[in-house]
């Protein structure tokens, strides 16, 4: 069915999710899968899948995060991302690159609980010191010497490089194109160019007074109103993104986040070629997820375009903002980020970025982890913090759990997940450390 014209009367559907980025479809996917005769529809006020942030992700994923929380989340999304690859057949251009932080002695000093703990959870981590790194990535400065410029800017040199095997790349649009795609396969609807513009809050059982609900009246969240009619659902699962604080606050709903931008700039310069091509990490000879010390800036080998992704962590001094549609700032490349970029790298001396964009970050600033909440026929999934992609499976399947009022979300691979940890009532969430 096509919501071509606006609707004369109510649809109704069994589930309604608002939002059809990455944790929208997976979240529809799991949901109908359960129970195929169930109506599950999705509406998204953009023309396609995944056009809000998800498809402008860079797509790196890793499982070495310090909460046990997130370690489950990305480990087991992970792994469903080579069952999609691998035994589903979707090329999501999955490829395991690894995730390799470079770190000064102190940082190193700092995050070894946090690395110890992926371990003892059975996530590999390996450990390059600065001589091994010299031969493995021979583009990269780790001592620098006399030199004058590095001290005043208050870097610091690289003494250790923590390695995670199971750490890489997805094709985020691809990934949520194979989301979409199974959830048609079992019959789900997806309604684009339609958004929804409020939701809709109804009593129980109504009384047909007019200013019905009352305070007095157990009431619910009845499905959305859109920009193509009324749509009354059972449940309506708000996955909106950056964008979940428009429709949430005016029914009083705390979303626990708050836009970000983030930008990414890519570069394909015949002098990153070594760098590209650097060996030994992984089986596609290329650059890992690296990230820099100091200057929180992450790059990664494309391995698709043969190119350098590159982004940095400009936590204070951003602003919070809800922004439709990001710029990339030249000059925080050219003025800022290179400078530092330059004194590790110096191969990106004079090389400008072929192709930059922008997207934005749903930031919980309070633990850095992801939010699955319900309210009365309503379930809320995001604050994703800059990692939605690389946890999207999971959260899809607690999602499914949450409105099944299950207590445990059995995500891929069998490991079980208590699903109020997520929530915001009962959330048991230890602080994230490792952030980038
Ligand atoms: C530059 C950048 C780099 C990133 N890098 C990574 C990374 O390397 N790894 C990683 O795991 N994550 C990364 N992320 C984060 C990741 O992209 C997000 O966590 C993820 O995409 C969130 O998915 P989502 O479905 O919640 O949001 P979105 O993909 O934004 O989906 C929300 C959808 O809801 C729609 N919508 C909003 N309001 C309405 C409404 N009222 N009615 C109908 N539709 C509505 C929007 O149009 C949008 O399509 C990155 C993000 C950015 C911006």
């Known amino acids: 069915m096509v919501l071509t014209a606006l609707l004369k009367e109510a649809l109704e559907t069994d589930v309604l999710v608002v939002g059809a980025g990455v944790l929208g479809l997976s979240s529809a996917y799991f949901m109908k899968k359960r129970d195929p005769s169930r109506k599950v529809m999705v509406v998204e006020r953009l023309s396609g899948p995944g056009q809000g942030n998800s498809a402008k992700s860079e797509g790196g994923y890793r499982n070495l995060f310090a909460s046990e929380i997130n370690y489950l989340l990305a480990d087991s999304s992970i792994d469903w991302f080579h069952h999609l690859q691998e ?37 590999r981590v390996l450990e390059y010191d600065s001589e091994e790194l010299k031969t493995m990535m021979p583009d990269l400065v780790t001592d620098f ?71 007095w009246q157990e009431s619910r969240i009845a499905g959305a109103e859109t920009s193509k009619g009324k749509i009354l659902a059972e449940t309506t699962v708000v996955a909106c993104g950056v964008w979940a604080a428009k429709i949430l606050d005016p029914i009083g709903f705390d979303c626990l986040m708050r836009p970000k931008k983030r930008q990414i700039f890519a570069f394909k310069d015949p002098k990153l070629g070594r760098l590209l091509n650097t060996h030994d990490f992984n089986d596609d000879n290329s650059l890992p997820v690296t990230v820099l010390p100091t200057a929180g800036i992450l790059l990664k080998g494309e391995v698709s375009e ?131």
Request: proline share 6%.
């Open 87 to 123: 035994d589903l057949n979707y090329d999501i251009g999955l490829h395991e690159l690894g995730y390799l932080w470079l770190l000064p002695e102190e940082e190193y000093q700092q995050r070894r609980g946090p690395f110890e703990a992926c371990r003892r959870r059975g996530a």
């Open 145 to 215: 010497g006399e030199s004058e410029e590095p001290e005043i800017m208050g870097l610091e040199q690289v003494e250790l490089g923590v390695f995670g095997p199971k750490c890489g790349s997805v094709d985020a649009d691809r990934l949520v194109k194979a989301y979409e795609s199974e959830f048609l396969k079992i019959g789900g609807e997806i309604h684009y160019n339609t958004e929804a513009t409020k939701l809709i809050h109804d009593p129980v059982e109504p009384l047909g007074i007019p200013g019905e609900p009352f305070v």
């Open 306 to 436: 043969g190119s350098i992704w590159l982004a940095c962590a400009d936590n204070l001094g951003r602003k919070f903002e809800l922004e439709d549609d990001p710029q990339p700032e030249d000059d925080y490349y050219s003025n800022n980020i290179y400078h530092a970029l330059v004194q590790y790298l110096p191969c990106f001396q004079d090389v400008r970025p072929a192709n930059s964009w922008a997207g934005q970050y749903d930031i919980n600033g309070f633990d850095q982890t992801p939010v699955v909440e319900a309210g009365p026929g309503l379930i809320y999934v995001g604050a994703s913090s800059g990692s939605g992609i690389m946890k999207c499976d999971a959260l899809g399947r607690i999602v499914d759990a949450v409105n099944e009022e299950k207590e445990y979300a059995t995500l891929y691979g069998g490991r079980g997940f208590k699903v109020s940890d997520l929530g915001i009532a009962k959330r048991q969430v230890e602080q994230e450390t490792l952030v980038v």
